[in-house]
Nanobody, 125 residues
Framework: VQLQASGGGLVQAGGSLRLSCIAS??????????MGWFRQAPGKERDFVAD????????FYADSVKGRFTISRDNAKNTVYLQMNSLKPEDTAVYYC?????????????????WGQGTQVTVSS
């Protein structure tokens, strides 16, 4: 499975961005994969942001983004999204999408089966 993330950019504090991650390759089991977003700021570890189960019915967020970010998925398009609102300078990071096969959650880096290439999000103050 290959994951292609897009949608990053430069935005002012308080603004919004929508990230997309398209899966390709062996996608027959996409709807059974937990999908997630992680982020990594310069000099810091890669941290969990949000995840969603295969059906899209269950989502979970890091406390730092709860109420501002929304994860969703479209299994017909093999795509997962991250809508980011009320962005803050501390949200600045490279954002990575991730997949875990045949599980309902993906909240730590050690359980990730596939990584996307990352997309830069920069929030100016």
């Amino acid at each position: 499975v290959q994951l292609q993330a897009s949608g990053g950019g430069l935005v002012q504090a308080g603004g919004s961005l929508r990230l997309s991650c398209i899966a390709s390759g062996r996608t027959r089991t996409f709807r059974w994969n937990a999908m997630g977003w992680f982020r990594q700021a310069p000099g810091k570890e890669r941290d969990f942001v949000a995840d969603i189960d295969g059906s899209g019915a269950s989502t979970f967020y890091a406390d730092s983004v709860k109420g501002r970010f929304t994860i969703s998925r479209d299994n017909a398009k093999n795509t997962v999204y991250l809508q980011m609102n009320s962005l803050k300078p501390e949200d600045t990071a490279v954002y990575y999408c991730a997949a875990r096969t045949l599980y309902n959650s993906i909240r730590t880096t050690d359980v990730v089966d596939y990584w996307g290439q990352g997309t830069q999000v920069t929030v100016s103050s």
